[in-house]
């Protein structure tokens, strides 16, 4: 309550009181029995009944009354009032103010009010406000009486809130938010300090407008008073949004809007801005370096990322003139794998005297303004090349003390487009990216070498392929012949050294195969056959080979069957062949005394499958525990002299083993030196539920029963001819030679054939090809014509082909002589 407010109520409660002492004094001169009356009594009574303190004082300033509650303040008694108390005791300061404020009450209703500092009777000093009125009898003044209040609460709010208030002003100015307190309608009352500096407005500037009208850009004028509607339905909105400055500038900030809120009544609203552009920034740049980083390292080509970072920059700088740089150090010149540019054109520059090159120099970021462009170019630190622009900005691409390059923005219009700021930001960038692209380039490198090696793998494997293929025909053309000297009766002197030549050439043989095999193996390229063959026969052959060479050496040689394995089985029989012969022929070269048992059991059967495990063991030399491991890789032996000894290349058994492998099985060894060993192997093969297709082949012991008949031999290998065609004349064949798919085809038309013995590989028309024109011919007898193909060994890629062609059979390269009569008899018509 304001101090008039307060004198009017006083004014109003004395007009009461005079009028209460008016009807107190008729009463009294009613109840007095002499006529008299004593004002002071009635006065005294009515004030010891008010809530407040009451005084009475006379002319001289003595205080002559006070109601109990004014003696209790002050700490006097009626004791103390009956001695006298002046006022001067009570406003020691201020007694002489008080009476001349007394003596200026002249009228009746007149009122003085004042705030004086009293003093109690324990000394301690209190603020009053008195408001005191003259008494009058008669028109004359008889002394004044008033009413005190104690301020000291008052005086306490009332510093407390200055305290409050000072704090408030200080918090709001110094905040490093900018505040603007608007009505509820946005007309501005106050703004504080930040709020001048972000929006550049004064304080004047602001005053009495509408916040809208000043700081929010034309194009969110909508969402503002959204943002308004918000705040005041929920009291807060917080927002991130962009307002502009006095000068049209955009800010980003981050608004809180808040509405205060007093007697359930919306009187004004508050509205916070932060200034968030520099978040904004470093955000950005976090994510134009996350994306570029991730564009480098993601399996794009080189030439695809600078596009992104050119898409990336883009989101902070304009960059229609822009370009990246690569250095080379060697040739001293600059590559520009991107370059945008408005008005110039180019791919390469030598490194001199640009301004580029200038930067490579010094390693030097630069922000170059038009100005500073000619003071180097007068200096001739750079000769400048292309249109001149207004204004250069590049920073090197470093990667540790490197520089890879050098990254340019320019603008050829206004040389404020990039700050130093800007400078900062670009080189922090550029710094990012020389890794990226340093990565990038690394990993590229590394893929090229990968992509070299793998290269260089092909071209080892293909030169293997083809140089065993290439030693496989001329061998073939030995054991042909050696096979044809055999077969002459030679002489005694002469048998010895053709079976030497015959055994070398087998070994030779074997070696090129396990070669061409291995590279196979390991290139994927080995497909396994699935056919059915019996398993009882395919050992009898084994024992019939191996128990010959076996006593040779005077061991002994023994196969044990289970009685429960299969006899029908379907696999692949030349890889079991090769296995089992490679095992073999190890335990042969490796024992000397005692023998050779090969075991073959079922582990278990389901589905038409058989598990079986085949294993050879010998009572040789053995193999240190420490080599186990080692012996199934290739070209390993279990020790250095093995080849001195016993020759071999270290192939067999990693042959074996990966052959196993490939159809899901596996192999171990148990061995001790002098002890003997076991080699240990499981395959599964399917079982064949029909009986026996393959008819047992009886071993021609005699050849006879081809006299007469005509074959046709489709072979352009001179020797391997004449070996062939040895063998058949000497069985009374009729033989005509063509020496490739063409002159057979040609041969055909002219002369009636009863078998065709088939090449595979020859000039102008390869086997495979004359066996599909063959087979369509029109004329039944050309089509239906027996063909045996003629195979290089363990060409197992051709088989899928000769499956496809439907040839009657094949004999595998260099034959045996028994081989090829059986083949020939049982097809030929
Ligand atoms: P190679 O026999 O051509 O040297 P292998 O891969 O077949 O190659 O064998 C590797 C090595 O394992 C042999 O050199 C030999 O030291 C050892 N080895 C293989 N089989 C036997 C065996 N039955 N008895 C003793 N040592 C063997």
């Known amino acids: 309550m304001d101090d008039k407010a307060r004198i009017d109520e006083l004014q109003e409660a004395n007009n009461k009181l005079e009028k209460e002492l008016e009807v107190f004094r008729i009463k009294a001169q009613e109840k007095t029995p002499d006529g008299s009356y004593k004002p002071g009594d009635v006065f005294e009574k009515v004030a010891e009944m008010l809530p407040e303190m009451i005084y009475e004082a006379d002319l001289s300033g003595n205080i002559i009354y006070g109601n109990q509650r004014g003696l209790d303040f002050f700490g006097y008694s009626k004791h103390d009032l009956a001695r006298g108390i002046n006022i001067s005791e009570l406003f020691p300061d201020s007694y002489q103010e008080m009476i001349s404020n007394l003596k200026a009450l002249t009228h009746p209703g007149q009122t003085s009010s004042n705030e004086y500092l009293a003093k109690k009777k324990d000394g301690t000093a209190v603020p009053i406000l008195t408001h005191s009125f003259a008494s009058f009898i008669e028109d004359k003044i008889v002394g004044y009486r008033g009413v005190v209040t104690d301020l000291s609460k008052q005086k306490e709010y009332e510093t407390q809130i200055k305290r409050e208030k000072a704090f408030l002003e200080h918090l709001y100015n110094y905040t490093p938010a900018a505040i603007a307190i608007t009505s509820s309608s946005g007309i501005i009352s106050m703004v504080n300090r930040e709020f001048t500096t972000l929006f550049g407005f004064t304080v004047e500037e602001s005053i009495n407008k509408n916040i809208n009208d000043l700081v929010v850009p034309d194009d969110l004028k909508e969402e503002a008073v959204l943002i308004d509607r918000l705040a005041a339905i929920n009291n807060k909105e917080v927002r991130q949004t962009v307002r502009k400055d006095k000068y049209g500038n955009k800010i980003h900030v981050s608004l809180i809007a808040t509405s205060i809120v007093i007697n359930n009544e919306n009187v004004a609203h508050l509205c916070i801005y932060r200034d968030i552009t520099s978040e904004r920034k470093n955000l950005l740049l976090q994510e134009i370096l996350y994306n570029i980083s991730s564009a480098a390292l993601k399996q794009y080509d080189i030439k695809e990322i600078y596009p992104i970072i050119v898409h990336e920059l883009n989101k902070i700088w304009d960059t229609n003139n822009f370009f990246i740089a690569l250095y080379d150090k060697a040739s001293e010149t600059l590559s520009l794998p991107f370059f945008a540019d408005e008005k110039d054109n180019f791919y390469e520059i030598p490194t001199k005297k640009t301004i580029t090159g200038w930067v490579i120099n010094n390693n030097k970021s630069v922000l170059l303004k038009e100005n500073d462009l000619k003071i180097l170019e007068e200096s001739g630190d750079i000769d400048l090349v292309g249109t001149p622009c207004k204004v250069w900005m590049g920073v090197p691409l470093k990667v540790e003390n490197n520089i890879i390059g050098v990254m340019c923005l320019q603008d050829y219009n206004d040389e404020n487009k990039f700050l130093q700021d800007d400078l900062y930001v670009l080189d922090f960038i550029a710094n990012q990216i020389a890794i990226a692209l340093q990565r990038r380039m690394m990993l590229d490198n590394l893929i090229t070498a990968r992509q070299k090696a793998e290269e260089a793998a092909q071209s080892k494997q293909l030169f293997m392929s083809t140089m065993s293929h290439e030693i496989r025909t001329p061998l073939n053309e030995v054991i042909g012949i050696t096979n044809l000297l055999l077969q002459g009766n030679p002489r005694e002197d002469q048998m010895d050294f053709i079976k030497t030549l015959k055994f070398s050439g087998n070994h030779l043989l074997t070696l090129v195969n396990d070669v061409l095999d291995y590279n196979k193996m390991e290139s994927g390229k080995l497909v396994f056959e699935q056919t059915q063959f019996n398993l009882s026969d395919f050992l009898e052959e084994i024992l019939r080979s191996y128990s010959f060479r076996s006593k040779a050496k005077h061991l002994s040689f023994e196969i044990k069957k289970g009685s429960?394995?299969?006899?029908?089985?379907?696999?692949?029989?030349?890889?079991?062949?090769?296995?089992?012969?490679?095992?073999?022929?190890?335990?042969?070269?490796?024992?000397?005394?005692?023998?050779?048992?090969?075991?073959?059991?079922?582990?278990?059967?389901?589905?038409?499958?058989?598990?079986?495990?085949?294993?050879?063991?010998?009572?040789?030399?053995?193999?240190?525990?420490?080599?186990?491991?080692?012996?199934?890789?290739?070209?390993?032996?279990?020790?250095?002299?093995?080849?001195?000894?016993?020759?071999?290349?270290?192939?067999?058994?990693?042959?074996?083993?990966?052959?196993?492998?490939?159809?899901?099985?596996?192999?171990?060894?148990?061995?001790?030196?002098?002890?003997?060993?076991?080699?240990?192997?499981?395959?599964?093969?399917?079982?064949?539920?029909?009986?026996?297709?393959?008819?047992?082949?009886?071993?021609?012991?005699?050849?006879?029963?081809?006299?007469?008949?005509?074959?046709?031999?489709?072979?352009?290998?001179?020797?391997?001819?004449?070996?062939?065609?040895?063998?058949?004349?000497?069985?009374?064949?009729?033989?005509?030679?063509?020496?490739?798919?063409?002159?057979?085809?040609?041969?055909?038309?002219?002369?009636?054939?009863?078998?065709?013995?088939?090449?595979?590989?020859?000039?102008?028309?390869?086997?495979?090809?004359?066996?599909?024109?063959?087979?369509?011919?029109?004329?039944?007898?050309?089509?239906?014509?027996?063909?045996?193909?003629?195979?290089?060994?363990?060409?197992?890629?051709?088989?899928?082909?000769?499956?496809?062609?439907?040839?009657?059979?094949?004999?595998?390269?260099p034959f045996k002589p028994h081989d090829l009569f059986d083949r020939i008899k049982k097809h030929i018509r």
């Open 564 to 813: 429960d394995i299969p006899n029908e089985v379907i696999g692949d029989p030349i890889r079991l062949n090769q296995i089992l012969s490679n095992l073999l022929s190890n335990a042969l070269k490796f024992t000397n005394k005692g023998g050779i048992t090969v075991t073959v059991k079922e582990l278990n059967r389901s589905n038409n499958q058989s598990k079986m495990e085949f294993s050879v063991s010998d009572t040789g030399i053995g193999i240190i525990k420490d080599k186990h491991f080692l012996i199934f890789e290739s070209f390993t032996q279990a020790s250095p002299d093995t080849t001195r000894h016993f020759g071999g290349t270290g192939l067999g058994l990693a042959i074996c083993k990966k052959l196993i492998e490939l159809q899901g099985g596996s192999i171990t060894v148990e061995s001790e030196p002098d002890k003997g060993s076991t080699f240990r192997f499981i395959l599964t093969f399917g079982i064949s539920v029909k009986g026996s297709q393959v008819q047992k082949t009886e071993v021609t012991e005699n050849f006879s029963g081809l006299e007469g008949k005509k074959v046709l031999v489709a072979e352009d290998n001179k020797i391997n001819f004449f070996v062939a065609n040895k063998f058949l004349s000497g069985w009374g064949i009729i033989v005509t030679q063509a020496e490739n798919g063409q002159i057979a085809l040609n041969e055909l038309e002219k002369k009636e054939f009863d078998l065709i013995l088939m090449d595979l590989h020859m000039p102008v028309m390869d086997g495979l090809e004359a066996t599909r024109i063959i087979r369509k011919s029109e004329n039944q007898k050309i089509r239906d014509i027996p063909i045996v193909a003629l195979t290089a060994a363990i060409m197992s890629e051709n088989h899928d082909k000769i499956d496809d062609l439907n040839i009657n059979d094949y004999v595998l390269k």
